[in-house]
């Protein structure tokens, strides 16, 4: 994966990339015994699980890496619906076909379950259901939230706002610690899934530079960034 556009957060705690197991005790054991004996799919950054238009003969569980629900419209620009963490639930269709693609955002891994056995199983257990419902409301949610910051003028903020988004999401904590991991998303893909363009990221991160707000890597290639300071990041979306 090109790492030159890479910007810096904090390694999640909790269910994570690097922490797989915990993962799967967030799930019920009904959940856990789906998935587990579901088909492992590895993809590489850019690589797709599904595409919109095709058969949804499949439900997946995002297990590590970051999935974005996206499609073209018919003047060929990309929009993004929402992008899906590590445990979050992709592929329930209401129809016969999936109305997103699904496309890695660096290394991922996904557990898919065939729709039917799925939909049986969901439909014959109440918790699980209740479980399931949890798990897209969630997901709603952060939908929202992403759609809200593209309805923002200012594409720095857009920018901050992502940054602070992704963090809340992934990482689940109110603030950043010390020790960084990749933040997966090049600039190319951040502009897509911020509705803007690759030139304007850029603009917005060397303006966060210079307010203080992130900074360059000096351990990583050129491009690639650190949060300075979550707070101020904060009041600067908030002016």
């Known amino acids: 994966m090109e790492r030159s556009d890479n910007i810096l957060l904090p390694a999640r705690e909790g269910i994570s990339p690097r922490n797989p197991e915990i993962l799967w005790q967030s799930f019920s054991l009904v959940f856990q015994h789906m998935f587990k004996n579901g088909r492992e799919i590895k993809l590489r950054n850019d690589e797709g699980a599904f595409e919109s238009g095709m058969s949804a003969n499949d439900i997946f569980l995002v297990i590590n890496g970051y999935v974005t629900l996206q499609r073209l419209n018919r003047d060929g620009s990309l929009v993004v619906s929402s992008v899906a963490l590590p445990g979050d639930i992709i592929g329930q269709a209401t129809g016969e076909i999936y109305p997103w693609s699904a496309q890695a955002v660096g290394d991922t891994t996904l557990r898919a379950v065939p729709k039917a056995n799925f939909d049986k199983v969901v439909g014959e257990n109440g918790p699980m259901t209740i479980e399931l419902v949890k798990n897209l409301e969630n997901q709603l949610q952060q939908s929202r ?21 992704f963090q809340k999401n992934s990482q689940g904590k109110s603030h950043f610690k010390t020790a960084t991991a990749d933040f997966p998303f090049s600039a190319h893909r951040l502009a897509s899934t911020l509705g803007c363009s690759r030139e304007m990221i850029s603009r917005s991160t060397k303006t966060l530079i210079d307010l203080g707000l992130i900074s360059p890597s000096r351990a990583r290639k050129e491009g690639a960034y650190g949060i300075l300071n979550s707070e101020n990041l904060k009041r600067f979306i908030e002016m």
């Open 145 to 165: 939230e992403l759609m809200a910051m593209k309805d923002s003028l200012n594409v720095t903020k857009k920018v901050a706002s992502f940054l602070l988004w």
